[in-house]
């Protein structure tokens, strides 16, 4: 159910990308150098440029004081606020009706307008700003200013606690912003906060760290700003949604998966989470007739697209190019619509210009890097969600720059070779060594990293990509991708967390403690090796954390300081009912169903009436 509640939760998140602005305009500047190096140093302080949700922003009431939820905190409005109790109050008592009669009394309406209730504070007005309801938590100075609380919010996000070691949090900054806020405002708050580290550190130019929603922010920054160009030393984009993302672009134009029946009986839920767990939410689903929930699915998107979506310029920033004319057209063509276009054609330009303005740096000597994932399918929301490689949550292609690549779980052709398009250097294999991406199609080949099978939301905890960030900011050594063999252009996912701090303690902990055979303390000896190996290697194996973690537990196991894993024959019993259910009775629910049984049973009871009567 916790996997049920957080695939909702992640749900409502890529739903939910809405609007507000409530950013204050001006920030304290110093105008004295507070660096210890006094800007003398070699590397230039790294501004954080974060993801989608990656910034607190909280709810405030009537008086601007923060409302707390029913335990005393205070409430983050990403991505909305779902405060049950009113929810179900709202919803209950059409929902008993509707299941009683089994029509629609009410429930759409209701349903639509709870959702609604939660995403308010996200909803922008017809200026494209936020309400005044919602602060942004900021960090208008560096982490070596921030408080212990203020560091863990940092740090928790973007985990660059070892490039401020070797670098000092003086010459780290984080630019929170908020999500649903206003593209432009945020983009003219970062051009300041730029200028205001540059005076603060004593450095002339700075390195900036554009994350998932953030390349949107530097698309803006880029062509808002032109002059920029002079303030930047180094731009490392990490999974950056520079053409948007495809999940955007199909909510907006309702190209929505889940609004096809048959798929949404079938096909949708098993996309997002575990089949058992998916197949027994189907069978719920039936006490509704099926054209009832997806009346009332229907109408929960449309009225998140009018009250959020549409009037949210920076949900905007992240619909593809490609969707922009019809999405517009749909949306933003009434009158009072105008403000909001306005500001929506200039970053559509802004998003066209990307990879220009892109070259445009690398013309002037700012070093452009790129760290990207892919092989990880876009989740089924959108009708175009298998229309390119993916890590999730961003199609390969706005990440990478463009670059062409084989849909997931499969290759480019036998017979294809690479493009160059962007590279000239007849010596260079661009080609991933899976066969699925082309590199030399996308804008920067030399610069770009790609992690295969990597998940956009878990990029932060493969270590290799937080190491070769830091690397990046606080170092020259790396060029480009083929500056040093432990970071290669084509690399793995990973996430060491279960090894690095359960397994490979326990392992150390039993060969110092625990008696054993000479034959197994070898092996828990080769083990460990093994593991602090491949710890410690950026240029990993695919599996190779996996394969090093269940050796140690296999020999754990062995000595008894594990017991033995239960084979657990997972349950079956929702996926059998589901799939009968579809295959006999298509989507309908379960009224309907007894109606269908009925009608057979009053054939049955006329059969044996006839019987009857012909034997008398
Ligand atoms: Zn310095
Ligand atoms: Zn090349």
Known sequence: MKKFISIILSLALVISIAAIGGVSATEPVSSEILTECGGNCDVCPAIVVPGIGQSNVWLLDDDGEYVLDGDGNRINCFPGYFDIGKIVSKVLLPAILTLV??????????????LAGAFYMNSSDFNGKAPDCVEVEKYPYSVAECSDYEKEQIYGNIPLQDYANRVGEDHLYYFAYNSFGNNIDIVDELYAFIQQVKKETGHDKVNIVPISMGGTVANGLLDYYPEVVNDLNKVVYIVPALNGSTIVGDVMTKNITFLDVD?????????????????????????????LLVKALDTAVDKLLADVFSKNTNMWALLPKEYYEEASEELLSAPEYAKIKEQTDRYHLAQVNSNKNIQNLVDNGVQVFNIVDYDFPLYN????????????????????????????????????????TYCDDPAHNHISPDRVVDASTGLLPDTTFYFDGQAHEKTARNDVIIKLATELLATDNITDVYSTPDYPQFNYARDVRGLKNDRLPDAKNALANVEMSAEDKAELEAAIAEAEMVLNRTAGEEGDIEASDARIRAILVKIGVYAPEEEEKPSTIFTN???????????????????????????????ILSIIVKVL
């Not at 009669?101 to 709870?114: H, I, P, R, V, W």
């Not at 993916?390 to 463009?402: K, N, Y």
Request: charged letters at 20%; aromatic letters at 12%; a negative charge.
């Open 101 to 114: 009669t089994q029509k629609d009394m009410g429930f759409s309406n209701a349903l639509a307008e709870a």
């Open 263 to 291: 798929y949404l009986y079938n096909g949708f839920l098993e996309g997002l989470m575990d089949e058992e767990d998916a197949r027994m939410i189907e069978v719920i689903a039936r006490i509704l007739p099926d054209e």
């Open 381 to 420: 929301i959108g009708d175009a969600w298998n229309a390119d490689n993916a890590d999730g949550v961003i199609q390969l292609s706005s990440t990478a720059m463009g670059v062409h690549s084989a849909l997931v779980g499969e290759t480019l052709p036998a017979d294809y070779v690479q493009q160059n």
């Open 577 to 607: 009912i589901s799939l009968f259910l579809y295959d006999n009775f298509g989507t309908d629910g379960y009224s309907e169903l007894a109606a269908a049984a009925f009608c057979l049973y009053l054939e049955f009871v006329k059969e």
